[in-house]
């Protein structure tokens, strides 16, 4: 009696899945062709040529409107730059509140890839399958509130009264800075491989939005709210053409039949679904929203997805950690890029699973095992599954030393300017301080000496883990490999700490020279046109230091470093006026700390300058008695 139940219970789901006329793998004949497919590329054509003449126009005139890019508003939310990005963003979700998600079909560059690359593979025979799970579908969504909610939920819960909820809101509508917040083309290429072949290959034609894009995530929960969704009419004969066709992994014709329109989120509104019904039953339309859905017209279709739910649940286990350990690795690894990984890293451990647990298995049209036996495509899919794993895992193990040595660097607690005051600044070191100089120096070495790449960003800090531990030289070596490295303010950064560092070790021209190379970088780094009038008067041409101080409190007169040595520089020559103007300027923006007069005198110190040295000793010692027994 059980097992008839059960084999009724069985014919009864069959007899509620609706039947496909021919396999959802490749297109059956009768099937008619879209006319809005070539529409749509010519739409996704002209976005890329419009992309490209913004990046032209920008290299030729300097100037152009900010990266249109849904991206950049991150910057507008943390540190509030209101760019076209933002805007743009802002008008799109607005649009598919009333029209659904038809931006992502028609007007995105990373669908256009993913578009292309299945076109390619199409053309090699290959159509994707589409992979369907229960759990990942949740990622777009997630990762959209980590980008564009999390940071003002932190501001709040982590100290709100030291700065404002929203951030002081300013015009970055131009820009002459185009490429600041783009990865470099080193890391665009793979980028572009990673989340446009790779994912359509893997998980299907649009596999990158389904599972990764956090932008996605906002237009999939405003397509819920939106009136206008494709529908359909009496003249539906659930023949199944619209499935077929569909590359967003909808069920168009269950849908429809349960709902009378097409509620998934994941529907781009690209209308191929429209053009192929051969009833011509399908159409857009405004009406009830999804959300105003209280139930279905007939009972729901059973779905097939790809894995179990043990399965579930293991990806999603796979998925964060392959996150956290591609993410940020080497300072290149960018947000998207690490979701796409993680995608893709999910799908190669769950099949490679099945491969080595099951005696059939088969992935397009390759038959990767067959009675028990690895066939040679089997072989070479666990071949690149393991090697894809691996780099997850060296990845993940570079990162970990990385962050470790970060989260050392940053609990560094001497500050900079007494650090680089002398050129051993070991007195200054407290014992915690010292324990993270060692374990930061440990980690970020064996991130440097594991890696595969150069970590930009690791370098300099490495750099000042080697200064504080009493290796300047080999600081400024690591500085220069920086320096090659970077570009703009980074590079700036890493040139004049490496001259500061010279200028300490009595290199007075290679100072010079590197903090020429940072002003070149960064005209408004006034702290190298400070470490620059040093140079010059150790080198005995004074007038020459006279000049840039004197520009650099031109620059900003609160400098009380520049004001005090120019007070010193002008009581040397005698004209004692203009340098007791300067001493009282330099007092008026000297802040009553200890620590900070004993910097002033050794930096003075320094340049023979002891009168005034000598005052700020003596200050530093009022302000705290302890001091009478530091080393000047």
Known sequence: ??????????????????????????????????????????????????????????????????????????????????????????????????????????????LALQDFCAWMLKKFGLTPKPFRSRLLIYVPLIAALYMFVWPTAYRFFSNPTSEPLFPKFSNHLVTSNFWETFPSVAVAIPFLFICGFLTVYFLGQKGFCTYACPYGGFFGLADKLSPGKIRV???????????????????????????GMVVDPGCMKCMDCVSVCPNDALYFGFGKPTIAISKPKSKPIPRNYSLTWPEEIVGAVIFLVSFLAVRGVYALVPFLMALGCAAVTTFLVLKSSRLLRTTELSFHRLILKSAGKFQTAGWAFLAFSIFWVGLNVHSGWVRFHEYEGDHAFQK?????????????????????????????????????????????????????????????????????????????????????????????????????????????????????RQEKGESFWLLGRKDEAINVWTDAVRRNERLALVNNQLAGAKRSLGRIEEATAHEKQADQFTPDDPFYHWMLGLRLKNLGMTELAEKHFQRAIQLDPKFQIVPK
């Open 412 to 528: 560094i607690t001497v500050p900079d300017e007494l650090a680089l005051a002398q050129i051993n600044p070991s007195f200054w070191l407290r014992p915690i301080d010292q324990h993270n100089i060692l374990e930061g120096k440990k980690h970020l070495q064996t991130a440097s000496d594991l890696g595969l790449f150069v970590n930009s960003e690791a370098l300099p800090k490495l750099a000042w883990f080697e200064y504080l531990s009493g290796n300047a030289e080999r600081s400024v070596e690591l500085l220069d490999q920086a320096a090659d490295q970077q570009k703009g303010q980074a590079k700036a950064l890493s040139l004049y700490y490496r001259g500061t560092i010279l200028n300490r070790l009595g290199r007075y021209e290679q100072a010079q020279k590197n903090l020429d190379a940072a002003l070149a970088e960064r005209d408004d780094l006034i702290l190298a």
């Open 233 to 259: 009419t009496d003249a539906c004969n659930q023949c199944g053409h619209c499935t077929v066709t569909c590359t967003s992994n909808v069920l168009v014709h269950a849908e429809v039949r349960e709902y």
């Open 1 to 110: 009696m059980k097992s008839g139940s059960n084999d009724r219970k069985t014919v009864n789901q069959e007899a509620r899945r609706i039947p496909f006329p021919e396999t959802v793998l490749s297109k059956p004949p009768g099937i008619r062709k879209s006319k809005t497919s070539r529409w749509r590329a010519a739409a996704l054509i002209l976005l890329n040529l419009l992309m490209v003449a913004h990046l032209i126009q920008w290299w030729i005139m300097g100037r152009t409107v900010s990266p249109i890019e849904p991206s950049e508003t991150m910057h507008t939310l943390q540190r509030g730059a209101v760019n076209a990005g933002f805007i743009f963003f802002s008008v799109a979700i607005l649009a598919t509140l009333i029209f659904g998600r038809f931006v992502c079909g028609w007007g995105c560059h990373i």
